[in-house]
């Protein structure tokens, strides 16, 4: 069966840090491109992150760019968030979601454009 498991969230103060975590079972995450999304409540997810099946593509949305940064250590079958000066808007639950192979350009960023979904993980920013 394969499964997605995020764990990292928490809380933490504005200007913080936390290293999120997203690792498969059931699975090689090899050969998936992997996108982190978050969504805060009465609000629609949003992409945040994609990494490339071999980590050499990273994209990210505007609103994290400069303050986000996404790895993959394929050896431990994992992908990682790490999300440095945090605002109370980045507060939301945190999904990372993987496809086989990568999207197209304009997809890497949608939500649709993957098939396989963790749990979530919530992050909440507040003094």
């Known amino acids: 069966q394969l499964q997605l498991v995020e764990s990292g969230g928490g809380l933490v103060q504005p200007g913080g840090s936390l290293r999120l975590s997203c690792k498969a079972s059931g699975f090689t995450l090899d050969y998936y491109a992997i996108g982190w999304f978050r969504q805060a409540p009465g609000k629609e997810r949003e992409g945040v992150s994609y990494i490339s099946t071999s980590g050499g593509s990273t994209n990210y949305a505007d609103s994290v760019k400069g303050r986000f940064a996404i790895s993959r250590d394929n050896a431990k079958n994992a992908v990682y968030l790490q999300m440095n000066s945090l605002k109370p808007e980045d507060t939301a639950v945190y999904y990372c979601?993987?496809?086989?192979?990568?999207?197209?350009?304009?997809?890497?960023?949608?939500?649709?454009?993957?098939?396989?979904w963790g749990q979530g993980t919530q992050v909440t920013v507040s003094s």
């Open positions: 979601a993987a496809r086989f192979q990568e999207p197209i350009a304009t997809m890497e960023l949608r939500g649709d454009a993957y098939n396989y």
